[in-house]
T-cell receptor, first 114, second 110 residues
Framework: GAVVSQHPSWVICKSGTSVKIECRSL??????MFWYRQFPKQSLMLMAT?????????EQGVEKDKFLINHASLTLSTLTVTSAHPEDSSFYIC??????????FGPGTRLTVL | QQPVQSPQAVILREGEDAVINCSSS?????VHWYRQKHGEAPVFLMI?????EQKGHDKISASFNEKKQQSSLYLTASQLSYSGTYFC???????????FGGGTRLMVKP
């Protein structure tokens, strides 16, 4: 299957700082990438849909000024959590859609805000 | 709207079979199945498209009943490595996004 990478794998930061998470499709071009957040023992909650070259589409209840998404190229999307707070601590997972209908997930980034 | 998965949890002995169901209240274009192990990202298992597909790989197979807006994942002769949480993701006729069910926790014991 297609490979999606995320960087970093985990990050611990202080409250009030900003954290950037990168999502890359390594062996295919992804016009659409998705960002999810998952709390322990819960399902994946879609945060936003990221399309290359255009503004991201955010799900209801997700603050676009807090979770900045940039889809700079066909292989890279970034999520920046601005002014992070402890309640932002979660597992953030990106996925990328292939030219077909398949969607592959990155390995996830565990964010802990102290 | 989130698809409904059942059962929520199941415990099996190695070698036993299991079925996980995924139901939607809306018309579906495709159903995607993933397995997630603790602390890891979901791993893609298979996708079933509108038109009533059935497919399988190794001892895991799935079906998609478009009319009933349901999909089932079949695990036969389960192995210890099958343990994890299984999610179905559904895509409606419009849009790109997947909406995930609440997950089914599967534990296979020796």
């Amino acid at each position: 299957g297609a490979v999606v990478s995320q960087h970093p794998s985990w990050v611990i930061c202080k409250s009030g700082t900003s954290v950037k998470i990168e999502c890359r499709s390594l062996d295919f071009q992804a016009t659409t990438m998705f960002w999810y957040r998952q709390f322990p023992k819960q399902s994946l909650m879609l945060m936003a849909t990221s399309n290359e070259g255009s503004k991201a589409t955010y799900e209801q209840g997700v603050e676009k000024d807090k979770f900045l998404i940039n889809h700079a190229s066909l292989t890279l999307s970034t999520l920046t959590v601005t002014s992070a707070h402890p309640e932002d601590s979660s597992f953030y997972i990106c996925s990328a859609k292939t030219g077909g209908n398949e969607q592959f997930f990155g390995p996830g980034t565990r964010l802990t805000v102290l | 709207q989130q698809p409904v998965q059942s059962p929520q949890a199941v415990i099996l002995r190695e070698g036993e079979d299991a079925v996980i169901n995924c139901s939607s209240s809306k018309a579906l274009y495709s159903v995607h199945w993933y397995r997630q192990k603790h602390g890891e990202a979901p791993v893609f298992l298979m996708i079933l498209l509108k038109g009533g597909e059935q497919k399988g790989h190794d001892k895991i197979s799935a079906s998609f009943n478009e009319k009933k807006q349901q999909s089932s994942l079949y695990l036969t002769a389960s192995q210890l490595s099958y343990s994890g949480t299984y999610f179905c993701g559904t895509r409606g006729n419009a849009g790109n996004m997947l909406t995930f069910g609440g997950g089914t926790r599967l534990m296979v014991k020796p």
